[in-house]
């Protein structure tokens, strides 16, 4: 209540400096009977609970906001869960493809060994077969046979070297790796 007697002291006080003429408390003064109906006013509002029932609403009101801001932290908290569980499982892919591409490249460079051991095994038969070929030659023909399987096996391995060791065979036998050990851990 006091805070409505304040009210009514601020709205006599600011009212247009008397503008009305004649005495303040006469019905014929508009201020004096703007001022009872204002008071009126704020007595029914009293009477019927107004106040009380605005300060409910706003109660639930900020109830209702406080359980959204709850709601929105729930939400906030499970975000940065899963935020952190999806980094981890992208960290795991990643160690993952790792360990893959090193063991596609192990694997890649032991198949260019095995290749290489394997030319240098066929080489040195040709050259074998080649030298009995030759020794069993005649004395002239000697030369001539020798330097002619030299450049044939020269020209032979160099062939071998591009058939089996071309680009798109190498990266064929990469692709073909990394599709095995891709099968082999999954």
């Known amino acids: 209540m006091r805070m409505t007697l304040a009210t009514v002291l601020a709205v006599t006080a600011a ?6 003429s004649g005495p303040f408390f006469s019905l014929t003064n508009t201020n004096f009977v703007v001022t009872i109906a204002f008071i009126l ?32 932290r729930a939400l906030r908290e499970e975000a940065q869960t899963l935020l952190a569980s999806y980094e981890r ?7 993952q493809a790792d360990r893959i591409v090193a063991s596609a490249k192990a694997d890649a460079e032991a198949a260019a060994e095995q290749a290489k051991a394997d030319l240098e095994k066929s080489i040195a038969r040709r050259i074998a077969a080649a ?20 450049a044939v096996a020269i020209t032979v391995a160099r062939e071998e070297m591009m058939r089996q060791m071309s680009d798109a065979d190498a990266s064929q036998m990469i692709d073909a790796s990394i599709e095995e050990v891709g099968a082999k851990l999954h």
């Open 15 to 20: 009212s247009p400096a008397l503008a009305a």
């Open 131 to 150: 030298e009995d070929q030759i020794s069993s030659a005649e004395a002239a023909a000697v030369k001539a046979v020798r330097d002619q399987a030299i």
């Open 41 to 72: 006013f704020l007595g029914v509002l009293a009477f019927f609970k107004v106040p009380g029932l605005l300060g409910k609403q706003l109660d639930s009101r900020a109830e209702s906001i406080k359980s959204d801001l709850d709601e929105a």
């Open 89 to 95: 499982k992208q960290s795991q892919v990643q160690e």
